[in-house]
């Protein structure tokens, strides 16, 4: 990173820069060199984090988007399900009523459920507020500017 001396070293050895004669341990480098190595040693530190943090956010992604393929395979495997044990149903009841109509019976119980889980989504999408935080905040950003925060409460 930077060619300065390693702050945890044994504190006997003098840094090159130090003058002749100067008192062992004292750094004789001006504020603006220090600042500009702090500068450096920070800016090196920040690249590092968010190297870092593309790195988990990769690894998660990648994690996540093998559970989310799991979860449509379950999907698939349960809609199959599904439909062979529709199948045995509409087979069973075909030998006790007659085909045409075991299948009209069978539609039937899947209309039913049908009607009840759209029944029961639309009144969940009703309940939806939005963001009602978030738009409140945001009301809140204009007065906070002009420095009226008082206002906000």
């Given at each position: ?95 006790v009523m ?51 925060e008082e206002?906000?409460?």
């Open positions: 990173m930077s060619s300065t001396r390693d702050p945890f070293a044994a504190s006997s050895a003098a840094p090159s820069s130090a003058a002749p004669g100067a008192a062992p341990g004292r750094d004789d480098r001006s504020v603006g060199e220090l600042v500009g190595e702090v500068s450096r040693d920070l800016s090196a530190l920040i690249r590092q984090e968010v190297e870092l943090a593309k790195a988990e956010a990769a690894q998660s992604a990648k994690r996540a988007g093998k559970g989310a393929g799991m979860f449509g395979g379950a999907g698939v495997a349960g809609h199959m399900v599904l439909l062979f044990l529709s199948l045995a149903l509409w087979w069973a009841l075909g030998s007659g085909g045409g109509w075991s299948a009209l019976v069978v539609a039937g119980v899947w209309a039913v459920i049908a009607a009840v889980l759209a029944m029961r989504g639309r009144s969940e999408l009703k309940s939806v507020e939005g963001l009602p935080q978030t738009a409140d905040s945001v009301k809140k950003i204009p007065d906070a500017l002009r420095g009226h206002r906000n409460s």
